[in-house]
């Protein structure tokens, strides 16, 4: 068991740049969601889908899109970055069945916009 | 919207002091969970607090969910200095997401 995997680790971008953070999870858990972390601050809800074909936003989806067409990928895109989504990303995934279980969250990225 | 608070922001102790980190929500919760992350780390799942006045306990870790289901504490008995960390509370808002408190950063002095 893998749990759940996000790649890059790193990564450095220029403002306007689009990319990718991939995750991945092999506990066939149906949700699964992206955070934000910023220095000193919590976790900020991104994006979260409670099963495939199913997504929704959460705090802070500006810039961001996701889907999800399979249980086991939820990629994060980011579409024209900016310095202001500079942070460190984690996403997480959970059994659920109306009560949200134990969260597993990923190693995380690191992302830089410059 | 919904709004999860923690106190204090900061705690630094003497290793051997106790600690107490405190959560409120503006609404009530279906469920509490708490995480710990370490400097550098990922959020690492605690416990999660499902009915009303409960109270947990993990070793030298004790948690209780309020009885309005608003709040929560943890209190670590005698820390040491493996317990340095950030613990964040989240509340499940009934099966729809987590809100994460902004977490107490824990500070242990040898």
């Known amino acids: 068991n893998a749990g759940v995997t996000q790649t890059p680790k790193f990564q450095v971008l220029k403002t306007g740049q689009s990319m990718t953070l991939q995750c991945a999870q092999d506990?066939?858990?149906?949700?699964m969601s992206w955070y934000r972390q910023d220095p000193g601050m919590g976790l900020r809800l991104i994006h979260y889908?409670?099963?495939?074909?199913?997504?929704d936003q959460g705090e802070v989806p500006n810039g961001y899109n996701v889907s999800r067409s399979t249980t086991e990928d939820f990629p994060l895109r980011l579409l024209s970055a900016a310095p202001s989504q500079t942070s460190v990303y984690f996403c997480a995934s959970s059994y659920s069945q109306g009560v949200l279980y134990e969260q597993y969250f990923g190693p995380g990225t690191r992302l830089t916009v410059t | 919207g919904q709004q999860v608070m923690q106190i204090p922001q900061y705690q630094h102790v003497q290793e051997g002091e106790d600690f107490t980190t405190y959560c409120n929500s503006s609404?009530?919760?279906?469920?509490i969970q708490w995480y710990k992350q370490r400097p550098g780390g990922h959020p690492v799942f605690l416990i999660q607090l499902v009915k009303s006045g409960e109270v947990k306990k993990q070793k030298r870790l004790t948690f209780q969910f309020g009885e309005a289901k608003k709040n929560s504490s943890l209190h670590i008995t005698a820390t040491q200095t493996t317990d340095v960390g950030t613990y964040f509370c989240a509340g499940d808002n009934y099966g729809q997401n987590f809100v994460f408190g902004p977490g107490t950063r824990l500070s242990v002095l040898p």
């Open positions: 889908s409670v099963g495939a074909g199913i997504t």
């Open positions: 609404t009530t919760l279906s469920n």
């Open positions: 506990m066939n858990h149906e949700y």
